[in-house]
């Protein structure tokens, strides 16, 4: 039957349909003949021709071709190469910026409804300006070294002659009118204070990058502490991150607290958490990396009540006995049902989760739930508009009658 199914529509086949409401991932549902399609380059509540781009037994998925009745929030792209089978870095180009935040919050909700059973209300907070807001950039080049970015769900670089979402300080109208090597992935990061760093690898995903051009190491400044980032090391790539998230977290810790920093990379959050925990408080930093945990103790070096843990966490989480506050920020996969577990046994007055995925993080609120702590606070922060992506931070306690908020 599936079988069947999956071969009622070809790979270029064109038809109209009904855009419905945004899927996690970006893009949107629509049916046809019975059957389901992720549709990129939509908006809800519109009539579009579309393109089948792939096909499947559960699912298929299409691009918009051509917009028959449009919504309100629909405009022109600001990036020429924001198309279908163009650049696949920006799903939202389409979208006033208003209506993708609207849309972020709605998928939260979903996931929230969905896999954690739990009814909220959110609203996705406005960062900054919707461009130039990238520190980070990861870019690829084709058989003729050009720069460009992959097309959505392909290994085909589309070049590009600038990227309207990377920061001023990265110049890329400048890299890419240089010819790199052919089929490589290039790397280009600044910090805070203008400084940029380029690496090259092959294409292979697993392969290291090589330092080409600036510096091996940048520096970041966090709440007065200044903090060195090696260019193998994680760093927030909005230019605010750093400010919004650890501004969102600050309250929840207190003077004296021993704080767990679990994923924490080069130390964003312990930087964040110093003075707060004070000279009685006590922080622990775990990462698995080795490089940012080599960045991290050269960070806090001076200070004897942080420690540095490199390793997973899962196992090094045994190796500590109690916690007042534990402050996660795993990667896009979540920190998972054992992870959670063991954060538990710590004991913990609160729990603060910083998440970049809000599926993952839905399915640890029911993890969470599932052992006495419930969702205190939850709020999101558009750090990466003109994609589907969203931040979200949440508060954790151990009561039964918080309210989000």
């Not at 079988?3 to 899927?23: C, D, H, L, P, Y």
Request: net charge negative; proline share 3%.
């Amino acid at each position: 039957m599936a079988t069947q199914r999956s071969k009622s529509f070809e790979v270029g086949q064109r038809f109209s349909v009904n855009i419905g409401k945004v899927a996690h991932g970006g893009h949107f549902i629509a049916r046809h003949e019975g059957q389901v399609i992720f549709v990129r380059h939509g908006i809800p509540g519109e009539v579009v021709e579309i393109e089948i781009t792939s096909t499947g037994s559960s699912f298929h998925r299409a691009d918009v071709i051509d917009v028959k009745q449009s919504s309100p929030d629909r405009i022109v792209p600001l990036c020429e190469y924001s198309r279908p089978g163009g650049c696949g870095g920006c799903d939202f180009q389409h979208i006033a910026i208003e209506r993708q935040r609207m849309l972020k919050a709605d998928v939260i909700r979903e996931q929230f409804s969905r896999i954690a059973k739990q009814e909220i209300e959110i609203k996705v907070e406005e960062v900054a300006a919707p461009l130039h807001w990238r520190t980070r950039v990861s870019s690829a080049t084709n058989a003729q070294g050009q720069l460009g970015f992959y097309a959505s769900r392909t290994h085909t670089v589309i070049p590009v002659s600038d990227c309207q979402i990377a920061t001023a300080s990265i110049n890329f109208p400048e890299l890419a009118a240089r010819k790199w090597p052919a089929r490589s992935r290039i790397e280009i990061s600044v910090s805070s204070s203008g400084s940029r760093s380029i690496a090259i690898a092959d294409s292979s995903r697993d392969s290291k990058a090589r330092l080409t051009q600036g510096d091996a190491i940048l520096h970041e400044e966090v709440q007065g502490h200044d903090l060195q980032v090696s260019q193998s090391s994680f760093w927030q790539s909005h230019e605010i991150a750093p400010e919004a998230l650890t501004e969102a977290i600050i309250g929840f810790v207190k003077d004296g607290d021993h704080v767990l920093d679990l994923y924490g990379g080069v130390g964003l959050f312990t930087a964040a958490l110093i003075d707060v925990v004070g000279a009685t408080g006590q922080i622990d930093l775990i990462e698995s990396g080795s490089s940012a945990t080599a960045d991290a103790r050269k960070n806090f070096a001076q200070y004897s009540n942080i420690r540095i843990h490199t390793g997973e966490v899962g196992r090094t989480l045994q190796k500590i006995d109690s916690a007042d506050v534990v402050v996660l920020d795993p990667p896009r996969e979540g920190a998972g049902k054992e992870v959670i577990a063991q954060i538990i046994d710590k004991h913990p007055r609160a729990i603060v989760y910083i998440a970049c995925d809000p599926a993952a993080l839905a399915r640890d609120t029911s993890y969470l739930a599932e052992l006495g702590f419930s969702l205190g606070s939850l709020r999101a922060f558009d750090l990466f508009p003109m994609t589907h992506h969203v931040e979200c931070v949440a508060l954790f306690e151990k009561a039964s009658a918080n309210r989000v908020s």
